[in-house]
């Protein structure tokens, strides 16, 4: 189960052709319930899935081992949102909601650049949640709560019960949010992670070698995708960030591979521990199946 989307069109429209194997790809109109379906199901044989969403389920032991292949990237900055009258100096002791749970991969990177970038305690906010955890067996830390019953985050927000929020409409909270995104990027290398590709272990058991020609699949779809992107005729946003980061970078704007992603991989881990998601750093090796380990792409 993958979204179709530029970076892995060529799987989907025949463009690419696996080596050894075939998909047969689930379309799901909701991509969020695909990762609950995995992980609470294991429904699929291979899923995309947030990244938070997986760190928390190998965390609780579910039979699913990541690939580093990294479908869908983003900057956060502009996800965090307010009703016009407030700042990210007055979020300490406020309510802030955030869409849905609270591992959110959005979210996780959204309070960490708050944390990083504005000096905000996280620990002295109140974060107020939509909807439940993909990961039942979760608890969030004391200062997570549920949004009453019927409520609603947009007009809480509106109302002032909210003082911001992560994931729904409103104006950033952060000024000039998309430029202080691509700052962030040019000057730390800020570039975030959003979903990586999961395979069910038992898969991976029957099928020795399958991990790295699921990873050389996706990899192609991508250098296709890579490799035309500065003529796509009507590009989407996604198409124009990409483009973006490529002219700030000079490199390819999605790599695949743990190496040439270490610092974004390691950067979501310290948010996840700091943020309660976590109690201990896993190893990032433990992450990944073991014959992906040294690919790149």
């Known amino acids: 189960m993958t979204r179709t989307q530029g970076n892995n069109r060529a799987l989907k429209d025949g463009g690419v052709t696996p080596r050894g194997f075939s998909f047969e790809f689930e379309e799901v109109p909701v991509l969020v319930d695909a990762f609950r379906r995995m992980v609470r199901g294991l429904e699929f044989d291979v899923s995309e899935m947030a990244f938070t969403t997986y760190l928390c389920a190998k965390a609780y032991g579910k039979p699913i081992t990541a690939l580093p292949v990294f479908p869908v990237r983003g900057f956060h900055h ?60 979760y608890r969030p830390p004391a200062n997570v709560v549920p949004m009453p019953q019927g409520g609603d985050l947009a007009s809480m927000m509106a109302s002032g019960e909210l003082a911001a929020a992560i994931g729904v409409k409103g104006a950033p909270l952060i000024p000039d949010a998309t430029e202080a995104a691509y700052e962030a990027l040019r ?103 073991a014959d992906t380990l040294d690919l790149t792409a």
């Open 78 to 137: 502009g996800a965090i949102v307010h009703n016009g009258t407030s700042a990210v100096s007055e979020l300490e002791g406020s309510r802030v909601g955030v869409n849905r749970g609270y591992t959110v991969t959005t979210g996780v990177w959204a309070r960490g650049i708050l944390q990083d970038y504005y000096g905000v305690d996280l620990d002295k906010v109140t974060w107020v949640l939509s909807g439940d955890e993909h990961v039942a067996e």
């Open 187 to 289: 000057r730390d290398g800020l570039y975030p992670i959003n979903h990586l590709v999961v395979v069910r272990d038992s898969v991976l058991a029957e099928h020795p070698g399958l991990a790295a020609e699921v990873f050389d699949a996706f990899a192609q779809a991508k250098q296709k995708y890579v490799a035309g992107l500065d003529t796509i005729p009507d590009p989407a946003p996604a198409d124009v960030m990409y483009q973006r980061v490529k002219e700030i970078t000079g490199r390819d704007p999605l790599p695949y591979g743990i190496a040439p992603n270490r610092p974004m991989i390691d950067k979501l881990i310290d948010h996840a521990l700091r943020q309660g998601i976590l109690d201990r750093r896993p190893a990032v090796e433990d992450l990944f199946a």
